[in-house]
């Protein structure tokens, strides 16, 4: 417990002294864009909430290192190599100025120091063909540096709303702990907890109220973060399918996926602009819409606190299966194609859910999020 209740509390009074001290540095830490695509808050907020979950892990390290823990040294390898994500996404929560490519490039820089550090690397896949690439030691870094910047990027892409990114993540590492307790690895098992610990403290003061945001250094940290523990499950637990890493991750994946594909293929713009139509932007604007209105700065909070429990619930879906089959890669494998086909379902669903059927073929994204008022 102390894994979990140590980062839990030093995130929760940083993150708090973040909120009251907002009058001081909100000029530069405070989103005041009101008005894009992706933004659903009425007033100015801070959105540097990593600050609170990174020092939350910097306590725990500190306090094992000091009580001579043998998990301690995991712990600070984690957090040097996590640095750069970090530090590159909370530049760009104070500056406005770091594109989205640096902040890949960052993100790929920690993975490739995890691969060096710590030795987190893909070595197997289950998938035929890419097995032999990850066969050779450029191939693993190569693939690794990939999955741990797209995760990374994906827990980014579903940060939208209170309490959406950081919930779905703290769900994910309670499913890594589980099975790395199943297989006997204590160590990974603490830090997955004491990673939950730190979001949690995050959490409090983010959902509902949305009294601080996540920002890009604590969404491009919690990915990694989440992505390095999995592969250092898989990379250590041969008994693991390589496909419950995936499957733990496949919502904000898929997100990112799917969004791709949309954008690409069926709107044909690049890949990297930002849109109003993710799944959990289309639930806000239609469904919470619908049900609770849009009238003034109140209903528009609650409107979107309600609207993460919904995304909650679509991330449980894919972790009980995962936890259910975690050493059975046919059916991690069966169970990640009806995700996808039960997510563009649902998507569609929503997608024409009080839409005039040539709206929806024809594709206007101002109308699709525009139009959805009662």
Excluded at 233 to 256: D, G, K
Excluded at 356 to 372: A, C, H, N
Aim: hydrophobic share 50%; charged share 15%; aromatic share 12%.
């Amino acid at each position: 417990m102390l894994y979990l209740l140590i980062p839990f509390a030093l995130a929760a009074a940083i993150t708090l002294y973040v909120v009251h001290s907002s009058t001081v540095h909100g000029h530069l830490s405070a989103d005041h864009d009101l008005s894009g695509p992706q933004k659903f808050h009425a007033r100015p907020v801070p959105r540097i909430g990593g600050v609170g979950i990174f020092v939350g892990l910097v306590g725990m390290v500190a306090l094992a290192w000091f009580l001579k823990h043998p998990q301690a040294k995991t712990g600070v390898l984690l957090l040097l190599a996590g640095l750069p994500a970090f530090g590159a996404g909370l530049i760009e929560d104070f500056t406005k100025k770091v594109s989205p490519r640096e902040r890949l490039i960052a993100t790929a820089i920690s993975a490739a120091l995890g691969c060096w550090l710590l030795q987190a690397t893909i070595n197997r896949t289950d998938i035929p063909g890419l097995d032999f690439i990850v066969g050779t030691t450029v191939g693993a870094v190569l693939i690794t540096v990939f999955v741990v910047a797209g995760v990374a990027n994906s827990v980014n892409i579903i940060d939208g709303f209170n309490g959406l990114s950081s919930m779905c993540v703290s769900l994910m590492l309670l499913s890594l702990a589980y099975v790395a307790y199943q297989v006997g690895d204590t160590e990974l098992a603490l830090w997955a907890l004491a990673g939950v610990g730190a979001i949690l403290g995050f959490f409090v003061w983010n959902y509902p109220a949305g009294l601080i945001f996540l920002g890009d250094g604590g969404a491009y940290f919690m990915g990694f973060y989440l992505a390095e523990i999995a592969i250092l499950l898989i990379h250590r637990h041969p008994e693991v399918s390589p496909l419950f890493a995936l499957m733990v991750c496949i919502y904000p994946v898929f997100e990112t996926v799917f969004s791709i594909y949309r954008r690409r293929f069926l709107r044909n713009t690049s890949p990297g602009d930002p849109d109003g139509i993710h799944l959990h932007s289309l639930i806000y604007r239609r469904l919470m819409r619908w049900a609770i209105g849009a009238r003034d700065a109140r209903l528009m909070t609650r409107r979107n606190s309600m609207t993460a429990p919904y995304l909650w619930t679509l991330c449980l879906s894919s972790l009980a299966p995962a936890l259910l089959f975690w050493d059975s890669t046919p059916a991690i494998a069966a169970c990640m194609v009806l995700f996808g086909v039960a997510y563009v379902a649902l998507y569609w669903r929503i997608v024409r859910f009080r839409t005039p059927k040539w709206m929806v073929f024809r594709g206007d994204q101002r109308k699709l999020t525009d139009r959805s008022a009662p």
